[in-house]
C-alpha cells in the first residue's frame, strides 16, 4: 500500500496549489483519503477527506470556499486545489488512507488522525506573505 503526496512548494499569500496524492495497492472505494496538515509546534489538522464510493465530502473550516478536494478512480489520485493560499496555510501536507467501511469521513468531520490505516509521506507547503 502506497500514497504518494506531491505538488506542494513556496507561494506567496493569495496564490494557489494543487496537491495530489497517488494511491497504490488497494482498492481506491475501498478506502476513504484525507489530507492532514501539519505546522511546526501545532497539532497534526485535519484539512480535508473524500469518499469517493459514496460521495461523502468533508472541509475544515480552515478549508473552506478555498480548497477543494477531488479523486480520480481511473488515476487513482485524490487531489486537493488549494486557492487564497495564506501564511497560517504554511505547513507538511499529508495524505492519508482508511477503510471506508469505517464510516470514519463524514460531511461533518474529518476522519480521526488516530484512526488512520496508512499514511503517505508529506509534501511541504510555504505561503509567503
Known amino acids: 500500500v502506497q500514497l504518494q503526496a506531491s505538488g506542494g512548494g513556496l507561494v506567496q499569500a493569495g496564490g494557489s496549489l494543487r496537491l495530489s496524492c497517488a494511491v497504490s495497492?488497494?482498492?481506491?472505494?475501498?478506502?476513504?483519503i484525507a489530507w492532514f496538515r501539519q505546522a511546526p509546534g501545532m497539532e497534526r489538522e485535519g484539512v480535508s477527506c473524500?469518499?469517493?464510493?459514496?460521495?461523502?465530502?468533508y472541509y475544515a473550516d480552515s478549508a473552506k470556499d478555498r480548497f477543494t478536494i477531488s479523486s480520480d478512480k481511473v488515476k487513482k489520485t485524490v487531489d486537493l486545489q488549494m486557492k487564497s493560499l495564506k501564511p497560517e496555510d504554511t505547513a507538511m501536507y499529508y495524505c492519508?488512507?482508511?477503510?471506508?467501511?469505517?464510516?470514519?469521513?463524514?460531511?461533518?468531520?474529518?476522519?480521526?488522525?488516530?484512526?488512520?490505516?496508512?499514511w503517505g509521506k508529506g509534501t511541504q507547503v510555504t505561503v509567503s506573505s
Open positions: 492519508a488512507a482508511t477503510r471506508v467501511t469505517w464510516g470514519l469521513c463524514r460531511s461533518d468531520r474529518n476522519i480521526p488522525h488516530y484512526a488512520i490505516d496508512y
Open positions: 495497492g488497494f482498492s481506491f472505494d475501498d478506502y476513504s
Open positions: 473524500v469518499n469517493s464510493r459514496d460521495g461523502i465530502i
